[in-house]
Every structure is written in structure tokens, then in C-alpha cells.
């Protein structure tokens, strides 16, 4: 077992109005609080919503003193400016935003997000305190080519190319291999454990053996209550990125306390 506290994200993706988030943050955050005391602590819970459910969101949050991180699934690298649809960091720090989702393999695919800007979201999210949720994750076509560690690697390096060790602390990773997410179809925790440790040592060449040990990585890619337990049981693996799972406090709850029990 390492010293790294577990974290359980939940994202939406485009999914919940912003009264239905409400609800959902209530029902994860009773649930949080009614685990047993020194279990609690083991773990770290955020919400991504929608932009439009944020601010609702953190509101709640906020009032209601709820100990629940919340994250938003994308960000644009400026703080203002002539960039319609796009939402800055200055703006999600305004909505009291901890962590920004970046590079997940939706926005790689259906919006051409390329490594070159999600280098700049990365930076921009560091330089404004905000945890980014580096993601990366190869497609079933690499897999088979056995091409995995490499482009995973390659994903990781460019997508922190010019962060210092000293910046890339409280860096979180996200391994969602592309074939594994929404099709209920899991990586085997060997074959996610394998690709974590390989992150770790790609890490460790960059900045050092403190972030190799202390960055957290987590696994996403149909993840749920019956799997969850055996994802988190893995020495790399330190938490999950939840898709489908995150949508109700049912489904998403179990998974919480199982990364509580590890
Ligand atoms: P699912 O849990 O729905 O497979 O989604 C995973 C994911 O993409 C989380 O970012």
C-alpha cells in the first residue's frame, strides 16, 4: 500500500442540469459523511459538472462546508479574451474550481485537441492554482500493435513538456485507455497497474523520484462498484476517474467507500 491519498472523480461529461447536480453533490456528500470516522480522511472526492452546473455546484458546496473537491472537464490556456464558447482559469478559480480534467481522449477526438494545447492548459492551470487531471489513454488499435507504453509515454512527456519539478507537484494523471470507456469494458487492474507503473517511471525521468512517488494516478475506463475494489487494490493505481458510474450517487457512492477501505 502506498502513502498516496486515493481520489474518486466523477465526470459528468454532458450530462445533469444544474439542479440534478445539486442533488447529486448532496447525496454523495451525506453519504461522505456518514463513513466511519478515520475512513473519511483516506479519501479525496471531487465533482466535474458541466459549466453550466458549476456554479450551483460549488455554491452548495461552499455553504453546506462539504468536504468534496470540485473540477471542471476543460479549460481554455487564457484568462480573457476574444475566444467564444471557452472558459478560462481565472473564471473557474472565481467559481472555487480545485482540479480542471485535461486531454481526455473525448476532447482529443471530437474537438482535434492536440498535446501542444493541452501542454498550454496544463501550464495555465499550475500557474493559476488550479490541479490539472492530465489525461491519456491509448486507443484498442495501439494496444494491439503493442505500442502502449510508448505512446502513453509520449502523451505524458508532451503533455508536460516545460514544467519544473517544483511546478509538476500535486500533479494528477489519468490512464482511461479509449477502448475501456463507456463500453463496459475494463482493463484487467494487471493491465491498468502495468501502464500506472510505467507513468511512474516516465515521471521519475522528468522530475524526480519525489513526484514519481507522490503523484497521484488514477484509472478510468468503466469503472464501477463490482470492479472499483480490484483497480485500487494495485500498488500504482490511486484512485478512479468515473464516467457512467458518476451520475448517480447509487452507483457512484460504493466506489468512494471502496477507495476509503484501501
Ligand atoms: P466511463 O466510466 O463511463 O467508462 O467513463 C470513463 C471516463 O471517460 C471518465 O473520464
Redesign the pocket.
Known sequence: MSSRRPLVAG?WKMNLTAAQGVQLVQKVDEFCRDLTAGTRENVDVVVAPPFTAIHSASTVIDIDRMQLGLGAQNMHWEDEGAFTGEISPTMLRAARVGYV?LG?S?RREHFFETDEMINKKVKAAFERGITPIL?CGESLETREAEDTLTFIEGQIRAGLVGISAATATGLVV?Y?PIW????GRTATPKMAEEVCEHIRTVLEDMFGPTIKSNTRILY????KAENAELFFSEENIDGA?????ALTADTFNPIIAAAAKV
Open positions: 465526470n480534467i481526455h473525448e489525461c489519468a482511461e475501456a470507456i463507456g463500453t478510468g475506463g468503466s469503472v476517474l468515473v464516467g457512467g458510474a
